[in-house]
């Protein structure tokens, strides 16, 4: 059964840092591309970077300030935000997508306040 969780949201003050992680089961992300998308409220979700074997991609509103990375071991994706800006506030989704199905975990919430 696949699974994704996400972990690590949270309120933090403009400037901060924090560092999510979507918890992949049910398949290996050695084969599988993950990305991680947002939603603030009254707007619609949006890519904010992905990650497929070594390649990695950003949305160009989070470049130089958030990175993705793997860890194949917990078969693990994480998404590593600094400099963090009021307009990152959204819920943090992760994604794949496995033989035509999209896969969601649950949302994490990041608030940062100005």
């Known amino acids: 059964q696949v699974q994704l969780e996400e972990s690590g949201g949270g309120l933090v003050q403009a400037g901060g840092s924090l560092r999510l992680a979507c918890a992949a089961s049910?398949?290996?992300?050695?084969?599988?591309?993950l990305g991680w998308f947002r939603q603030a409220p009254g707007k619609e979700r949006e890519a904010v970077a992905c990650?497929?074997?070594?390649?990695?991609r950003y949305a160009d509103a989070v470049k130089g300030r958030f990175t993705i990375s793997r860890d194949r071991r917990k078969n693990t994706v994480y998404l590593q935000m600094n400099s963090l800006k009021p307009e990152d506030t959204a819920v943090y989704y992760c994604?794949?997508?496995?033989?035509?199905?999209?896969?969601w975990g649950q949302g994490t919430q990041v608030t940062v306040s100005s």
């Open positions: 990650i497929s074997g070594s390649d990695t």
């Open positions: 049910g398949f290996s992300l050695d084969y599988y591309a």
């Open positions: 994604n794949t997508v496995l033989l035509g199905a999209a896969y």
